[in-house]
Antibody, heavy 119, light 108 residues
Framework: EVQLVESGGGLVKPGGSLRLSCAASGFTFSSYSINWVRQAPGKGLECVSS????????YYADSVMGRFTISRDNGKNSLYLQMNSLRAEDTAVYYC????????????WGQGTLVTVSS | EIVMTQSPATLSVSPGERATLSCRASQSVSSNLAWYQQKPGQAPRLLIYGASTRATGIPARFSGSGSGTEFTLTISSLQSEDFAVYYC??????????FGQGTKLEIK
């Protein structure tokens, strides 16, 4: 069974930092592109960052470019998102989600971790 | 950036009836369109990709159609567990990809 388990969310002040993690199991992690998709409270979905299976390609939405860094450790079946210079508008549930690589739709999702940016 | 517009924003349908949800793209996305279902407090679940291919484990009452700029998700006979928010998602012009704003399917 495919499992994605996010952790690392919490309350942080504006300008602060957080590191999210996503632990994967039940599939060949190193064969899949992985994404961070966020959802602000009561709002829609936004893919903020993606990383290819090898880690050689990384994508960032304009809204997080220069502040967030995505990485992965295929030996540990883990995905990370380092979030710096956090803003109130980064408040959201952050999901990790797989895509098949050939097409960028989101096949499997974790349960999400809530990030709240507030003073 | 391609804008995805879903209609209606809220759809009220009785159990056992058919529900038809629409999604329009501001320019052609070919068949690179997915649909997701999201229930309160849960992660989205992939229903349809490639505009019409059901994801693994998705019941046959869910069907997708369309190409280019007009897409439809049809639920043939609504079950109680189908009442949720549905999102369309284009990935033809990734990056970036874009989601619709969602259609809430509620019990009539």
């Amino acid at each position: 069974e495919v499992q994605l388990v996010e952790s690392g969310g919490g309350l942080v002040k504006p300008g602060g930092s957080l590191r999210l993690s996503c632990a994967a199991s039940g599939f060949t992690f190193s064969s899949y592109s992985i994404n961070w998709v966020r959802q602000a409270p009561g709002k829609g979905l936004e893919c903020v960052s993606s990383i290819s299976s090898s880690g050689s390609y990384r994508y960032y939405a304009d809204s997080v470019m220069g502040r967030f860094t995505i990485s992965r450790d295929n030996g540990k079946n883990s995905l990370y998102l380092q979030m710096n210079s956090l803003r109130a508008e980064d408040t959201a549930v952050y999901y990790c989600a797989t895509d098949p690589g050939s097409r960028h739709y989101f096949e499997y999702w974790g349960q999400g971790t809530l990030v709240t940016v507030s003073s | 950036e391609i804008v995805m517009t879903q209609s209606p924003a809220t759809l009220s349908v009785s159990p056992g009836e058919r529900a038809t949800l629409s999604c329009r793209a501001s320019q052609s996305v070919s068949s690179n369109l997915a649909w997701y279902q999201q229930k309160p407090g849960q992660a989205p679940r992939l229903l349809i990709y490639g505009a019409s291919t059901r994801a693994t484990g998705i019941p046959a009452r869910f069907s997708g159609s369309g190409s280019g700029t007009e897409f439809t998700l049809t639920i043939s006979s609504l079950q109680s567990e189908d009442f949720a928010v549905y999102y369309c998602h284009q990935y033809n012009n990734w990056p970036p990809d874009t989601f619709g704003q969602g259609t809430k399917l509620e019990i009539k």
